[in-house]
């Protein structure tokens, strides 16, 4: 049974497995340095369907079949869907899976989804309530520029430094029993906001959040930064990576070499003219469903703390003048 | 020859003042197009903007400037010839042509064309 650990720390006796991930990508993506991790890459942003946000459905469902075959298991094995997206009404997800005949709870935690549905998927599981569950989350660029910034039908001019959403679908099939590494503890973010009002500098609204849960997670665990391979934040972009690492040198913890960011990894920043790097929920979610676990098979990686990071953006709120409360949530992962 | 040149340059200044604006500022594109609109309006209005329209033509005339020149012409024009009633018909009737033109090229292009990622 799970087993809180000091303030925000939860600790999993059963420790839930990940038997398996899947990751479907967009063009873009699939020209980046992890193209070779990905199931597939989609060409066609309309992925065949009529529409962006369509699209977007469609790449989540196939994310998840692609990943419950790669477990062996069956959708009826799965005892309920954890997923989000970007977009009013997690339209992505509940689309996606509305012919899964399979019970579904939709999440929304901007960026950080992939991390917050793995974190309640492991306690399910560790609980008993579940056997198998199935976390997902996407993103697509058009249908996110759509909801947050301008319709593409619109033509409006990009800002040179906004971050670039990732078209993308991950999903990771959570098990009680089976082959592959384990989720043995779990440290939901508080929600911070550190006053940062720029929309367009997300990288920056969400570092204190990845700061603060790191820093309580370290705590809590009594561990330190060495005891990890890898600390993985989503998708704070470059300028967000540069200051995390100031937060966190500012709370006496080095991240050393052992930082990275999916948002990062995901494009090759100067060659794909992405300046901060990607962002949105598919950028995590598709990074930790393919190269990170493959990182796990090949037995690179022996314990990362995996924290996706969110910024709880609202576009109504941020035209009212509102800043940008951040979030993230850490999962412990070990081989 | 000399046209197209004097063209080219001024309507690549103004459009260079909208890019500086995008990437020094943090003002957003609408808000910058509907600047530009109201600057054309106060340049017309004081008489700088029609030196501008005879020295560079359409270099101009085409940007968003240009029609806020429009609307301030059309609006003077309007309030000589009926007085006060003028401020609400006049900017609109000058700008008709552009405004239809949008509305209708503007349905043309969206219902035959896709909205694409620019590769």
Redesign the interface.
Known sequence: MAKRLGQQTIVLDKQPIVLAGAAIVGRKEGDGPLAKYFDEVVDDEYAGEKTFEAAESRLMRDAFIKALEKSGKAAKDINVILSGDLLNQCTAASYAFRDSDTPYLGLFGACSTMSESMLIGSILIDSGAADYVACAASSHFCSAERQFRFPLEYGSQRTPTAQWTVTGAGTVILGKDGQGPRITCVTPGKIIDEGIKDANNMGAAMSPAACDTIVQHLQDTGRSVDDYDLILTGDLGSFGSAMLRELTVRNHIDLKSKHNDCGMMIFDLARQGVDCGGSGCGCSAAVFSAYILEQFRLGLLKRILFIATGALLSPTRTQQGETIPGIAHAVCVEA | MIDLSKAFLLGGVICVIGQLL??LT?LT??RIMVLFVVCGVVLGLLGIYPCLVDWGGAGATVPLTGFGNVLAKGVMKDVDEFGFLGVFTGGVKAAAAGITAAVTFGYII?ITS????KK
Do not use: E, F, L, S
């Not at chain 2, 896709?114 to 990622?117: N, T, V, Y």
């Open positions: 995008i990437d943090k594109p609408a969206a896709k909205a694409r990622i």
